[in-house]
C-alpha cells in the first residue's frame, strides 16, 4: 500500500468492552502491524448521560491484559491529540458551521414537540420517521433573526434527493443506497455536541484513518458518512464492516441475557489472553491451511480482511474452553508462550502457568505443593479458575456422605473394605514417605496376592483418600497428600463406611 495504514477503534465508555467490540480491536490491530502502519485509540464519549466512571481506564486495562498496544491514544497522546471527543469540541462546531457556509448543512430550530409531531404523522401514514425539511429553505434573514433571539437550534446536513450513494466493502463487496432513504440527520445538536456521524468523520480525517473495520451494526450509517466526506471534499477511507457474534447457541446477537459479554469477564474466569485471540481470530475468518491454532505473530502476517465470513457466527464456548485447554498444556510444558507474540513492550505471556494461576488459588490452598499439584491437574484444566474445584481434596477434608458410602460400598461390603484398608494401613505405615514408585510396589502387591478386583480395589482406594470417583493418577495423588494424610483418611474411610 503507498500510503501509511492507519486503522483504529472508537470505543464509548458506557460500560465494560464487549467481546466482539474487543474482537475488532484485534482486527485493526492486526491489519496496522501487517503494514507497519500505526493502530490509534480514541474514546466516543459524547454520550455524557449513560458514560460510566473509570470506563476509559479499563478499556486501555483490557487491551494491556489481551498483550495487545495502541500507537496513539488517551493517556498517551500523539500528533492528533486529544484523542477523547468531549475534549474536542471546539474542531466538531468549527466543522459544522463550516458545512453551513458551504451550503452543505443547516440550522434547524424546530422544537422537540414538533419534532414528534412529524415522527407521529409518518408512523400513522407507514413511512420511515424522517425529518420533513421544515428548516431547510429558511431565508438568511429569518436565520439571522433566530439566532439573534437565542433560539435553540441543531445543525442538520442537507442530503441530496434521489442519488445513489455507491461504496466498496472489503468484506461485502459494492454497497449502493439510495439517498431518499437518509434522514437529513443531525450533525451538531443544541447543547454544542456533536453527532456521532459528524464526530467520527472529523475525528477520522483529523486522525488520518485509512481503515475503518467496525461492526455491520454501523452500515446504514455508512453512506450519511460518505456524503460528509463529499461535503467537506475529503477522501473517505476503505470500510469493513464485521458480522456480529451470535449467542452461544447461534440464535441472536450475543447479548447478557445468555451469557457474558464483557472481555474482561473471560479473563477473570482463567481463560488465557492468547487463547482468547486465537479464538476470536478464528471466529469467522480461517487460515488458508485450516487450522486452527493460530499465533498473534502468523495472523498479522495471514490476515486479510476480505476473507472475513459475510455471516455471524457463534461464540461457541466449547471450542473456546478446547482451544484454552490448549493453551494451558502448552503454557505448562513449555514455561511460557513468548513465541505467541510480537516484539512489543508488554507481554503476559512471558508468566509461567504457577505465576497465571496464583490469583485464582484459594487462601487455604498449600502454596509449596502447587508445583506437584499442578503436575497432576494441568491436563483437565480448561480455565484457570477450575483449578480450586479439581485440587481441593489435597488440602481439604471432603464430606463422607451418603453417596460417597454408596460408592464405596457399591461392590464390596463393609467387611471386604475394613480388611482392604487395614491391609492398607499397615503396609504403608512401615514406608518412611510415599513415593509413586513405593506406592505402586506395595499397593498393587496387595491387589494381586489377595486376587482383589481391579476396578473394586482401586476405585475403593480413590474413594477412600480423595472423596472422589475421578481424580488425577492415585499413586501421584497419595505421593502429594503425604503419609500423615493418607492414613488419616483410610482410618476415616474404616469408620465412615460402617466397617
Known amino acids: 500500500m503507498s500510503q501509511t495504514v492507519r486503522t483504529r477503534m472508537a470505543p464509548s465508555p458506557t460500560g465494560e468492552m464487549h467481546v466482539g467490540s474487543f474482537s475488532i480491536i484485534l482486527k485493526n490491530f492486526a491489519l496496522a502491524r501487517q503494514n507497519h502502519g500505526q493502530f490509534i485509540l480514541r474514546i466516543e464519549d459524547t454520550d455524557k448521560e449513560r458514560e460510566v466512571p473509570g470506563a476509559i481506564e ?82 438568511r434573514a429569518e436565520i439571522e433573526s433566530k439566532l439573534a433571539a437565542g433560539d435553540k437550534f441543531v445543525i442538520r446536513l442537507k442530503v441530496p434527493d434521489d442519488r445513489d450513494i455507491i461504496f466498496q466493502d472489503l468484506i461485502r463487496g459494492e454497497i449502493k443506497i439510495n439517498s431518499n432513504q437518509i434522514d437529513d440527520q443531525v450533525l451538531l445538536k443544541s447543547d454544542g455536541f456533536p453527532t456521532y456521524h459528524l464526530a467520527v468523520v472529523v475525528d477520522d480525517h ?28 475529503w477522501e473517505p477511507p476503505v470500510y469493513a464492516h464485521i458480522p456480529v457474534y451470535l449467542n452461544p447457541d447461534g440464535k441472536g446477537k450475543m447479548s447478557k441475557r445468555k451469557g457474558d459479554v464483557s472481555a474482561q ?18 471466529l469467522g475468518w480461517t487460515p488458508q491451511d485450516q487450522r486452527d491454532l493460530v499465533t498473534l505473530k502468523e495472523y498479522v502476517t495471514e490476515f486479510n480482511p476480505s476473507d472475513i465470513s459475510k455471516k455471524s457466527v457463534a461464540f461457541d464456548i466449547k471450542k473456546l474452553n478446547w482451544l484454552n485447554g490448549i493453551y494451558i498444556r502448552k503454557l505448562y510444558e ?45 491436563e483437565r484444566l480448561e480455565r484457570l479458575d477450575q483449578v480450586e474445584e479439581l485440587s481441593s481434596f489435597f488440602y481439604r477434608d471432603f464430606a463422607y456422605d ?98
Open 334 to 378: 513449555q514455561g511460557n508462550l513468548a513465541h505467541f507474540w510480537l516484539a512489543e513492550k508488554h507481554h503476559v505471556s512471558q508468566l509461567s502457568l504457577e505465576q497465571r494461576i496464583a490469583r485464582f488459588l484459594p487462601s487455604d490452598f498449600p502454596y509449596e505443593k502447587l508445583a506437584a499439584i499442578l503436575a497432576l491437574v494441568y
Open 58 to 139: 479499563r478499556i486501555i486495562q483490557t487491551i494491556k491484559d489481551y498483550g495487545l498496544s495502541f500507537d496513539e491514544g488517551p493517556l498517551k497522546g500523539g500528533a492528533h491529540a486529544p484523542y477523547v471527543q468531549s475534549e474536542r469540541l471546539a474542531l466538531y462546531r468549527q466543522a459544522a458551521l463550516e458545512l453551513v457556509e458551504k451550503g452543505q448543512a443547516y440550522y434547524c430550530f424546530c422544537s422537540k414537540e414538533r419534532l414528534e409531531e412529524v415522527r407521529a404523522k409518518a408512523r400513522a401514514e407507514k413511512r420511515p420517521p424522517k425529518y420533513d425539511r421544515y428548516c431547510r429553505n429558511l431565508s
Open 265 to 282: 469477564s473471560y479473563l477473570q474466569k482463567g481463560y488465557l489472553p492468547e487463547a482468547l485471540l486465537n479464538f476470536f481470530m478464528i
Open 206 to 233: 483529523d486522525m488520518k484513518i485509512t481503515h475503518i473495520m467496525r461492526g455491520e451494526e454501523w452500515l446504514p450509517s455508512t453512506p450519511k458518512h460518505i456524503l460528509l466526506y463529499e461535503a467537506f471534499g
Open 402 to 499: 451418603e453417596e460417597w458410602k454408596k460408592l464405596i460400598l457399591k461392590k464390596a461390603d463393609s467387611s471386604l473394605i475394613s480388611r482392604q484398608v487395614n491391609e492398607l494401613l499397615i503396609v504403608l505405615q512401615d514406608l518412611p514417605e510415599l513415593t509413586v514408585a513405593n506406592l505402586e510396589e506395595k499397593i498393587r502387591g496387595l491387589q494381586e496376592k489377595n486376587d482383589y478386583h481391579k476396578g473394586q480395589y482401586f476405585m475403593m482406594l480413590r474413594l477412600a483418600v480423595t472423596g472422589r470417583k475421578v481424580s488425577p493418577p492415585l499413586f501421584e495423588s497419595m505421593a502429594v497428600l503425604g503419609k500423615e494424610l493418607v492414613l488419616k483418611r483410610l482410618h476415616s474411610a474404616i469408620l465412615n463406611c460402617g466397617a
